[in-house]
């Protein structure tokens, strides 16, 4: 419990109190205002476009294992949570429509998540069926086939490329995506709804029912070809 939790429950004791004659006052009303709540700082992220282009050359010259290194490129590519990254199955795959369809159980929020497919995401795909595509997940344990691939996996993998848990983690992916896409001018529904967050505006998610997929399309294509176009640029310096 936090400490505005726990002045709250300790208020609702004294009040009790002083209205049976316990008490003759609830001495931690003093507090309210006074405990400060623990600011989250949110996930280590890579966020300036040089240095985004050489993360993904790093990650293009992965040398462990190839799931795990198709593992990092989801991360990048798709922005998902690392856990989405790690669960996805070949039956959320749509080839035709290109489209990642993820069912709600498997997301943070309990609503089915679609994911359109950038050129490069259906490569990362096609590039690991042969090793997993037996397999009930597309990216396969390395240790048990039947299993999906550990999110340490993929941070451990960052290690082994050099960043640091204080500069880089798989969930940084999600704020590098939200910041170039933001900082490009990318329209800011497209970039939530991407990103799986929550609408707050309860008349705006009832009227969103198309969820922006022929913008987000786009978008993610362009993204895609955004970190591309910084990896290169990093290579020719």
Not at 17 to 34: H, K, Q
Not at 163 to 182: I, P
């Amino acid at each position: 419990m936090t400490a505005a939790g726990t002045r709250s429950a300790c208020s609702r004791v004294f009040r009790y109190a002083v209205a049976t004659d316990r008490a003759e006052v609830d001495p931690s009303a003093a507090l309210i205002g006074a405990l400060v709540g623990v600011q989250s700082k949110g996930y280590p992220a890579i966020v300036a476009p040089e240095e985004v282009g050489g993360l993904i050359r790093a990650i293009r010259d992965y040398p462990g294992d190839p799931t795990t290194r198709v593992g990092l490129k989801l991360c990048a590519y798709t922005f998902l949570r690392p856990g989405e990254v790690t669960g996805l199955r070949w039956a959320d795959i749509d080839w035709e429509s290109r489209q990642i369809n993820i069912p709600g159980e498997r997301m943070k929020l309990p609503r089915p998540h679609v994911v359109p497919m950038s050129v490069q995401v259906e490569s990362f795909l096609r590039e690991v069926l042969p090793i997993s595509g037996r397999n009930k997940h597309v990216l396969s344990s390395l240790h048990a086939t039947h299993r999906p691939l550990s999110n340490n996996t993929l941070n451990a993998a960052l290690r082994r490329l050099g960043y640091s848990k204080e500069e880089m983690v798989a969930h940084g992916f999600r704020k590098t995506a939200s910041t170039l896409l933001n900082e490009a001018g990318f329209n800011k529904d497209w970039i939530e709804r991407q990103l799986a967050h929550a609408e707050t505006n309860a008349v705006r998610a009832a009227y969103d029912k198309s969820e922006h997929i022929a913008g987000r399309t786009k978008m993610m294509q362009t993204y895609a070809d955004m970190l591309d176009e910084l990896a290169e640029r990093q290579t020719k310096k």
